[in-house]
Nanobody
Framework: VQLQASGGGLVESGGSLRLSCAAS????????VAWFRQAPGKEREYVSG????????PSAAAVEGRFAVSRDNTKNTVYLRMNNLMPEDTAIYYC???????????????WGPGTQVTVSS
């Protein structure tokens, strides 16, 4: 399955964005989908995710209460809603699909190109 993340951009601190992860086919529905991010000079880190039924997986502590993941299987799309954005959220955001939940990036077989999120102070 091919994934495409979109919706990134430049936003002021305290603002919101919604990222989308669109899949190429309905096989996507069998996968857990996770969002990761990578800031300059840092390792890729897990953000949050959603299981096949639409239930959220645990979020990273840094985004707990601010970010939420949802999915619409009729559109083969997963969303990452980001509220109260802070400059430290600046990163390239990636979506990934895999058979089981993990916070380890290497676990996921399918990745899309990322989308840049920049939060100004």
């Amino acid at each position: 399955v091919q994934l495409q993340a979109s919706g990134g951009g430049l936003v002021e601190s305290g603002g919101s964005l919604r990222l989308s992860c669109a899949a190429s086919d309905r096989a996507f529905r069998a996968y857990i989908v996770a969002w990761f991010r990578q800031a300059p000079g840092k390792e890729r880190e897990y953000v949050s995710g959603v299981d096949q039924r639409g239930f959220s997986t645990p979020s990273a502590a840094a985004v707990e209460g601010r970010f939420a993941v949802s999915r619409d299987n009729t559109k083969n799309t997963v969303y990452l809603r980001m509220n109260n954005l802070m400059p430290e959220d600046t990163a390239i955001y990636y979506c990934a699909a895999g058979a089981s939940f993990s916070t380890v990036a290497a676990t996921y077989n399918h990745w899309g190109p990322g989308t840049q999120v920049t939060v100004s102070s």
